[in-house]
């Protein structure tokens, strides 16, 4: 891979660092360390995990039953909707950027400028 330039790679920790200090990244961590600390949920949140994919792979009417279950428990959970809000907010801020660099990759290499 090749090295970026000192000033490339600046630009580009500025645009992680928007992230990493926005409020909604910060609530995300903030909620990710809540549920880690609680074994109960964590416990959950693994067994919905283990439950998706035996359900992918056996599609189980008994297997959904359960999953259903266990995803309504869940959204129940302050902590886990929390974080699940927050974690969609921060992965909407880089797909955003992702689909910015994309874009500007296409046109570069399409010689799209406009």
Do not use: C, G, H, P
Not at 58 to 76: C, G, P, R
């Amino acid at each position: 891979m090749v090295k970026l330039a000192n000033k490339t790679e600046e630009d580009l920790l500025k645009i992680v660092n928007f992230v990493k200090n926005s409020e909604e990244y910060k609530k995300t961590i903030y909620y990710k360390e809540l549920i880690a600390n609680d074994k109960e949920l964590t416990s959950k949140i693994d067994r919905l995990k283990e439950l998706q994919m035996k359900y992918v792979r056996t599609k189980d009417y008994n297997v959904k039953n359960e999953l259903d279950s266990l995803n309504n428990e869940l959204s129940n959970n302050t902590n886990f909707t929390l974080y699940n809000f927050y974690l969609d907010k921060v992965n909407n801020y880089i797909d955003i950027i992702k689909d910015n660099f994309n874009n500007y990759f296409d046109n570069l290499f399409n010689e799209k400028f406009y």
